[in-house]
């Protein structure tokens, strides 16, 4: 065993911030180093906390540290044990793509709605071209491809596109949840 550095002893191991998993411990559960499912908190995910002073041991000027970090493996482990299908397919995805700066917040709005019902959605938030959205959304494996254009947003319209097909069809804005789910 090796000795501690002198510089060490003024430090803890005890992690200041813990994120801790509290998952139903199956009676077959396999035991995790220092014990998955041992003690009142449930297994260790990461950890973090202060660190001020450090730089100024090793020689440098008074600097505030934090430091976090997270066990990717006690990760996978904490979502298994909460019922995570970590192999399931993911859930097809839809784009939200504006024709203009000025529609971001529009474009905003309707992906927030869309994840609020529990479609998965992205969007541009870079102020890519329309071509480059699309590309994006290819990126992505979008299935369907919303476009919001000044003439769309002043008819109360958006054009959804099917990313296979290329067939388009303009939807209602006040049910674009379900024009959505009808085609996904």
């Avoid at 396999?30 to 014990?35: E, K, T």
């Avoid at 995910?45 to 976090?68: M, N, Q, S």
């Avoid at 296979?164 to 959505?180: I, K, P, T």
């Amino acid at each position: 065993m090796s000795r501690i550095p002198p510089w060490c002893a003024a430090w803890t191991t005890t992690p200041v911030l813990s994120l801790r998993s509290r998952p139903p411990a199956p009676a077959s559960a396999p035991s995790v180093a220092g014990g998955a499912y041992a003690g009142p908190g449930g297994p260790l995910i990461g950890g973090g906390g202060r660190y001020d002073g450090l730089v100024e041991l090793e020689g440098g000027k008074p600097t505030a540290g934090v430091g976090f970090a997270v066990g990717f493996e006690r990760a996978l482990l904490a979502l298994q044990a909460f019922g995570s299908d970590l192999g399931a397919d993911e859930a097809p995805c839809v784009y939200v793509a504006n024709a203009g700066k000025e529609l971001r917040q529009n474009v905003f709005a309707i992906t927030q709605e869309l994840r609020a019902a529990g479609i998965v959605t992205e969007a541009d938030y870079q102020g890519r071209s329309l071509k480059a959205q699309f590309k994006q959304a290819d990126k992505v494996g979008a299935k369907l491809i919303l476009v919001l254009g000044g003439d769309e947003l002043a008819a109360g319209k958006v054009k959804v596109r099917d990313m296979e097909s290329h067939e388009e069809v303009l939807a209602d804005l006040a049910n674009v949840v379900e024009a959505v789910r009808e085609r996904l």
